[in-house]
């Protein structure tokens, strides 16, 4: 979630992993009348798909681990954003009490940059009239809702979102435990589904409302189940593809379907009666189409404005971001990005048809503009782009609806270009979100690529710094331009346990231009936004600072990789190296001074636990963002 101008609308998730295709239904059924395969499982199921199976992770000690895990996150990120304030006890104790006093929550915390609290998981207490009582979260949230702000209209939903949030964390506790070493060396889907914590910042990071227990195992990005999109055939009338230079609609679907599947489903609509011509594929994620689409768009297939088709061949996996597919069958095809009408983060996970239109034309404006600067070029920065996108517009739903409505982001999806055919020998790819994540163990995933590396820990810094925090700089102060660079929206190019680039991607929906004058073709437009001056570097402060470089900060620091001073100072270094190239900029870094001594604390949980529904109005996002004091400005120290 962004704490500049530039809400996520996508922002740290599978189907149902069985070989067969949903075409079990009554011989004289018509196709688009075939059961799913996961839900409807029965006796002879793999065990995650029965009833007890999909609940089997819910132990009471992995409960009880889980809530002890999320209650130290909580009594840390609501500290740092000042919802609660814990009192000194001494010796690094402190404590927090209950909104009537009666509850005491005592803890072990270690003190870092930008007011960050390392909470020690099993510090944590709790005690009442003198007796001491077993962690829950969901108690610890209702004992709290005063300090916390929360409605009794937001209380239920966000007390289900911590249960979900729960729920995964058991479900991870039970899988086979990899030390971060091991995970450090393996390949990139390894990598994406073996992430535990979700997004550093949002306690209730794993609300997913909507799906059930066997499509949790089947959905969620840490089941690493491989599952088949459905496909829909939309009628043009309704249905739009686009796509970038040079990509023509029948030679793209083609390519990442295969001869034999288009022509399959062409011949499918034939046999119907209907002209394929008149029609455009659209890929669906399956929870889509059997919980939404089969519903709320029942008039749709009625008339035979959407034909289900099935399911195509290859196999995906869901990445972090839970409604994005990457192609396990083929890894150099197209990812996939999909409408996922599931409440997670403050967000319901739609694809707005009306966005999907420009998208495309939005990537080639900024692949061009990466392509011809110089220092892009020179720090091998790069994109993955939204090559196409197929979007259906609902009409009935339009007339009774706003723009930003979810009803009005259930069927779209796009192509995003892969990463891996860009690799070269011996290179390997890992999502940025990797370097928070820490094993069973406590080590750190960053501490094992530098380990990997050989490289004095600094120097490992600065190359990766290199890599990713220079191109964030420079595009802000070059174009004005700010991106939503947390880690699931980066993928690290990995040598040897060194990084040798970035790969940035969600760009169509997640990038600004925040100047009013700079020129942008037509179909670019949609990216400018108005955000008040003061506001500009939160981008930086907030989104890198805050919301990453604080945790990989005090996380290298706690496990005795590196000081938490000399990762400032080096973070420093790269500013002060980058400034310096480009004197011609020298009025820009003055009036946005990345060195100044505070700026402002963009709170993103204020955010959620004020409307969990729909977290910032889309129609003027600026005005959402929870401002709460400073911060003191790790960088102000080192100013050159």
């Not at 972090?320 to 192609?327: G, L, Y």
């Not at 001056?533 to 470089?549: N, W």
């Amino acid at each position: 979630m962004s704490t500049t101008a530039h809400p996520t609308t996508a922002h740290p998730t599978d189907a149902h992993p069985t070989d067969a295709h949903p075409t079990d239904a009554p011989a004289d059924a018509p196709a688009d009348a075939a059961r799913p395969t996961g839900a409807a499982a029965g006796p002879d199921a793999p065990a995650a798909h029965r009833a007890d199976g999909a609940v089997a992770h819910l132990t009471p000690e992995r409960w009880a681990h889980a809530n002890r895990l999320l209650i130290r996150k909580a009594l840390a990120e609501f500290s740092h954003e000042r919802l609660l304030d814990p009192q000194p006890l001494g010796e690094g104790r402190y404590r927090v009490l209950s909104d009537d006093g009666a509850t005491e929550y005592r803890f072990t915390a270690g003190r870092f940059a930008l007011d960050h609290w390392q909470v020690y998981a099993d510090s944590v207490s709790r005690h009442r009239d003198g007796a001491e009582l077993p962690l829950d979260a969901l108690e610890f949230v209702i004992e709290l809702r005063g300090a916390l702000g929360l409605s009794d209209e937001i209380l239920p939903v966000y007390l289900e979102e911590i249960s979900s949030t729960l729920a995964g964390t058991a479900y991870k506790a039970a899988k086979p435990p990899v030390t971060a070493a091991e995970l450090a060396k393996g390949d990139f889907q390894a990598v994406e589904t073996g992430m535990t914590e979700g997004h550093p910042c949002f306690v209730a990071n794993n609300g997913r409302l909507g799906f059930g227990g066997d499509e949790y195992h089947a959905y969620a990005p840490e089941a690493a189940s491989p599952l088949r999109l459905v496909w829909l055939a939309a009628h043009r009338d309704r249905t739009a593809f686009t796509a970038g230079a040079g990509i023509e609609y029948d030679a793209f679907v083609r390519a990442e379907l295969g001869e034999a599947a288009v022509d399959g489903f062409a011949r499918t609509l034939a046999e119907r009666g209907l002209d394929p011509a008149d029609y455009l594929l659209v890929p669906v994620h399956p929870w889509q189409w059997w919980n939404k689409l089969t519903v709320t768009f029942a008039a749709e297939i009625a008339t035979r404005r959407l034909v289900y088709l099935g399911e195509g061949e290859d196999r995906y996996l869901a990445q972090q971001s839970i409604r994005t597919f990457f192609n396990t069958s083929d890894p150099a095809k197209h990812y996939v990005k999909t409408a996922l009408s599931v409440l997670n983060m403050g967000f319901m996970r739609g694809l707005s048809a009306a966005y999907m239109e420009a998208t495309p034309a939005i990537n080639d404006w900024l692949a061009r503009l990466i392509d011809q600067d110089g220092v892009l070029r020179a720090a091998r920065f790069s994109i993955i782009r939204e090559r196409a996108a197929v979007g259906y517009r609902h009409l009935e739903y339009e007339a009774a609806t706003d723009r930003y409505s979810p009803y009005r982001k259930m069927l779209a999806a796009l192509w995003r270009e892969s990463p891996v055919p860009s690799l070269e020998p011996g290179q390997r790819l890992a999502t940025m979100a990797s370097l928070l994540h820490t094993d069973h163990e406590g080590a750190s995933f960053a501490g094992a690529l530098i380990a990997e590396s050989g490289l004095a820990p600094d120097r490992w810094l600065r190359r990766y710094l290199d890599a990713y925090l220079l191109p964030i700089l420079h595009t802000f102060y070059a174009y004005d331009l700010a991106w939503m660079p947390h880690g699931e929206n980066v993928i690290l190019v990995i040598e040897d346990g060194a990084v040798q680039r970035a790969i940035f991607k969600d760009i169509a929906e997640e990038i600004v231009v925040m100047d009013p004058e700079a020129v942008l073709p037509p179909a670019v437009e949609r990216i400018r936004v108005e955000v008040p001056e003061d506001q500009k570097l939160l981008s930086v402060f907030t989104d890198v600072f805050d919301c990453f470089f604080r945790f990989l900060g005090a996380t290298l620091d706690a496990e005795g990789v590196l000081d938490e001073e000399t990762f400032w100072a080096t973070v420093a270094e790269c500013v002060t190296a980058y400034q310096a190239s480009r004197p011609e900029l020298a009025e820009r870094f003055a009036r946005y001074d990345v060195f100044a001594p505070e700026f402002t604390l963009s709170c993103l949980n204020r955010l959620q636990l004020r409307d969990n529904r729909q977290m910032v109005d889309l129609a003027d996002p600026s005005a959402a963002l929870q401002l709460v004091g400073t911060l003191t400005n790790p960088l102000a120290k080192h100013r050159p």
